[in-house]
């Protein structure tokens, strides 16, 4: 791949931008705490969004567990935009802000599959604490408020 | 990456798996033809989805143009839902059907940003042909009722 000087636009988010291995805990009201090992990628091609992709394993076994990927769209005055799908049949429109080395968004917009689990909204943050990058995700499903669902930790492997 | 079996959910779209590069023309009421150069992959984990991602580039420059990810879920009587996120700020739901080497899908639900270009439905037509993956698509804007907007074809590369 040719390397491509980054836009602009994404100069904010470019803490973002590299591959990062970890491992995360998982809790919701209506299930068992459980664990998972986790990386994720953000790349950028030369336009003002980051290309996002993740995927989770079992930590015992390397089964697949979840996995996802989308854009994080720069648009300016530290607003971002994070358009992401899911294999669950469930695709979310995310807006927010970058603030230093933090990024915030909260679910505004779901389009869902008839066959896809009822998820109404997400909220997520993400933040580089040194040299590690952290998340916390928070998920409402029908008839569940936004609960903490899922928080995870990594270091940079590329 | 480790060899894991196919999910029998899938194997009525087992025709899609691997990597293909070919060539589509664009077209719509707004904006002159334009040709481009475009590599899709479906891959899968196991699980009874296909990991979709696409990207296209100019043939003359080989400038990024469009991209786009998402998965392909099969959901038994040859039933598909297609999730798809595009960094122009768009996330679309799709379903359809796949009848032998041909799906056709259609938008049932699609999320925007708020700076997104006003695209309010697409419908996609995926087909071998031979040794030849060929797709069709259409896209309706604000004001812009569906119109054919891109035809490709592909070899298969891996």
Known sequence: MIATDINPALKPAEF????????GEGQYP?????????EIRFSH??????????????????QPMHREA?????VGDGR???VIA??????????????????DVECTS??????????TSISRSLWLDGDTLRY????ALEGVPLARHLVASFSRVD
Chains 1, 2 share one sequence.
């Open 136 to 139: 916390e995700l928070k998920m």
């Open 16 to 23: 973002l931008l590299g591959t990062w291995r970890g491992e």
């Open 30 to 38: 209506t299930i068992r705490p459980f664990r998972y090992r986790e």
């Open 86 to 103: 899911q294999p669950i049949g469930y695709a979310e429109i995310s807006l927010g802000r970058v603030d230093g080395h933090r990024i």
């Open 110 to 119: 779901v389009a869902r599959t008839p066959t896809a689990k009822p998820v």
């Open 80 to 82: 971002v935009e994070f």
């Open 45 to 62: 091609n030369g336009k003002p969004f980051l290309i996002y992709a993740q995927r989770t394993e079992a930590i015992e076994t390397g």
């Open 70 to 74: 989308g854009y994080l769209r720069l």
